[in-house]
């Protein structure tokens, strides 16, 4: 299945944006609106409401058939049976999560220049998330990458490259031309008042 | 071997507490004053910093022979080859870190009171720790646990019981008659001078 999943429209979650309404809701209004990959990301949260919230999760995402990727916690992945981890270059190292969670999982790294990107490569990960690609206010950690810098990235790994960090309608355009697999998106889709609309003109902005 | 387990005098360390001294150093000394089980315990700290502690911990703990558990994260303590995970209630249930752990390793489970030392130990806890035995100005969420309680649970379960929560050189002689397997201690050793003869007293007060 890691294989062939489609890296398109890539949601990452964070209940802190929905003003009130349901997680559940909102990923599976973004499914309807052309989310191809969903990622749930919690942070400051006890271990078993993450879990509970991911297993509510993955009943939405299978019944969509859309992978469901747990951000860092690879226990909880593995607990709930989810599509795999992303980790980030404060997380556990690609090699070691490879190590717990099978050759089977999906393993989805960011990284934020060349080095990491191939670093992540080579310990096995098996696409990228490259940003923040634009100013971002949901990550602030995040540097920004040039286009240039994911062109690069792109043109040098062979494994999928998605691009993250406050890409939103008004800027998707920007990176039609950079050759990645799919864009990753938060407040463009979650802060919407219209989640399924949102997603499916963003979808539509990235592959027209 | 977690058949075999001593749980005396159980050591769970908390960083804060040090004053700048190192981790390792503490639990070493901590080892070498007989404390028979540590857990690493840490909240608010990156995944991989977790892992990098885990992993020097580990080597002193397995040096020694003691075994190791990690607080909360079960990804972190499979990654290091730990040989357990402790859980609170707000963690990730037994039954649940039973799939992921294997047979093999050791689950401790904290509980306040009958009902979830009965419960726990139904999910295939080894050992539960019992708390806050005594006031404890190291877990804010925990409430007092009376002697009488400890009693009830102690012969109620057929598992080992470790009581924890404000356990020092004070108070440990009240614990002697209740029949539990061990003290679980954390700034009754961590915040003393000299760790080593803090872990030597404690155990021969728990032990007299």
Redesign the interface.
Known sequence: MKNSVDYTLYLVTDRGLLQGRSLEKAVEEAILGGVTLVQLREKDI????F?NIALKIKAITSKYNVPLIIN?????A??VDADGVH?G?????AK?VR??IGEEKIIGVSARNLDEAMEAEKQGADYLGVGAIFGTTTKKDAKNVSIEELKRIKSTVSIPVVAIGGISKENVSLLKDTGIEGISVISAILAEENIKEASKNLKHLFLK
Do not use: P
């Open positions: 006890d271990t078993r409401d879990y860092d916690r690879v226990d909880i593995l607990a980790i270059q404060s997380d556990m190292e070691i190590k717990l």
